[in-house]
């Protein structure tokens, strides 16, 4: 697909900025591109205060989505286990209240990063959009609700 190094360093070093992000600034000058980590144009740094008490807000985003993540994985892994182990008949309910407890760390997270942007972000960030990744966590969180129900409802069969 790609001929040359030059077209490929380029696809890495911007595809990933472009999609990760979860806002943007407002077109026009700089374009920084925003995710829970990093600030990015052409370099990447790390959200300005972070670390600080001042971004709480955003270190709880930052753990909602990762135990998100891991919870996500765990159902996965227990679905299978599950299926090895449940009797015919039975239920997949401990699969399924992990999977809902997945969403409501999704709709939590993107909670919190909806209501508090304004207080954690750059002046240049605030005038700008909300990026694919804020979307795609939107999305996420009813397709796990979604996930966590239908393992409820879902029988083993033989």
């Not at 980590?37 to 370099?43: A, D, E, F, L, R």
């Not at 998100?68 to 299926?83: A, R």
């Not at 700008?128 to 239908?150: E, H, K, R």
């Amino acid at each position: 697909m790609w001929n040359n190094s030059r077209g490929l360093n380029t696809f890495r070093r911007h595809i990933p900025q472009r999609l990760a992000w979860w806002v943007a600034s407002a077109p026009g000058g700089n374009v920084i591109y925003t995710d829970l980590w990093y600030s990015c144009n052409v370099t990447c740094l790390p959200v300005k205060n972070s670390a600080s008490t001042d971004a709480v807000y955003l270190q709880a985003v930052q753990a909602t989505m990762i135990l998100s993540t891991i919870l996500c994985c765990v159902g996965f892994f227990v679905f299978i286990l599950q299926l090895f182990r449940l009797k015919q008949g039975e239920r997949f309910v401990f699969t399924a209240i992990i999977q809902l407890l997945a969403s409501l760390c999704v709709m939590i997270g993107a909670s919190i990063y909806t209501a508090e942007r304004e207080s954690f972000t750059e002046e240049s960030l605030r005038k700008g959009g909300y990026g694919s990744s804020y979307v795609l966590a939107w999305i996420s969180f009813p397709m796990t609700v979604i996930s966590g129900l239908m393992y409820l409802v879902l029988r083993k069969r033989k």
